[in-house]
């Protein structure tokens, strides 16, 4: 049972233009939504989070949408540059647990 | 800077051997640590909850006895993959999570285990 899913599997975007993934949940119990950023041969690097009492929260270039109707959030880097090619990941966790659902994985790439 | 450390980040060895993972909370206590495995182009995979003190709590599937979690103090866990198999070759990552509510989970860099 795939408790996060995330979309799309790969993503080619060019220089400058903005990069969305998406992902969508069940569980009305999730309470926390983070969203990862791993290179290869690198663990995964907190990059953003949210919490379902805002719709959205904004951190440089990196921005999380929140739609708690639809159960869905979705990551936007605005103004992609090659360095922000990498494998995003995002996750899920229900209130008062302890770990971590983690989306499939998204591959990015993003052309110079 | 790095938050958890986590050593050594690639480790060789013949079949049969045991090997240890280390991973260290810096700057912080971590009251719940976490371990990973993670296949290539594929999503991280919870193998256990590392609580300071207790016994850990294993995934579905997971096998307790070869994969031996160790967590002895508030800054430091140990995972022992025993009597490794080639099956066992893998990327493992630990996480950990500040003490208190709301806190976020931080992520070592992995370790790349090759059994021969």
């Known amino acids: 049972q795939q408790q996060v899913k995330q979309s799309p599997q790969s993503l080619i975007v060019q220089k400058g233009g903005i990069s969305i993934i998406n992902c969508a949940y069940e569980n009305t119990a999730f309470d926390y939504f983070p969203w990862y950023q791993q290179f290869p041969g690198k663990g995964p690097a907190l990059l953003i989070a949210?919490?379902?009492?805002?719709s959205e929260k904004k951190e440089g270039r990196f921005t999380i949408s929140f739609n708690k109707s639809a159960k869905q959030f979705s990551l936007h880097i605005m103004d992609s540059q090659p360095g922000d090619s990498a494998t995003y990941f995002c996750a899920a966790r229900r209130r008062g647990a302890q770990k971590l659902v983690f989306g499939q994985g998204t591959r990015l790439t993003i052309n110079p | 800077g790095a938050v958890v450390s986590q050593h050594p980040s690639r480790v060789i060895c013949k079949s049969g051997t045991s090997v240890k993972i280390e991973c260290r909370s810096l700057?912080?206590?971590?009251?719940?640590m976490f371990w990973y495995r993670q296949f290539p182009k594929k999503s991280l995979m919870l193998m256990a909850t590392s609580n300071e003190g207790s016994k850990a709590t294993y995934e579905q599937g997971v096998e307790k006895d070869k994969f031996l979690i160790n967590h002895a103090s508030l800054t430091l866990s140990t995972l022992t993959v025993t009597s490794a198999h080639p099956e066992d070759s893998s990327f493992y990552i630990c996480?950990?999570?500040?003490?208190?509510?709301?806190?976020?989970?931080?992520f070592g860099d992995g370790t790349r285990l090759s059994i021969l």
């Open positions: 996480s950990a999570r500040f003490q208190g509510a709301n806190q976020p989970q931080h």
């Open positions: 949210i919490r379902p009492d805002v």
């Open positions: 700057d912080f206590q971590a009251t719940t």
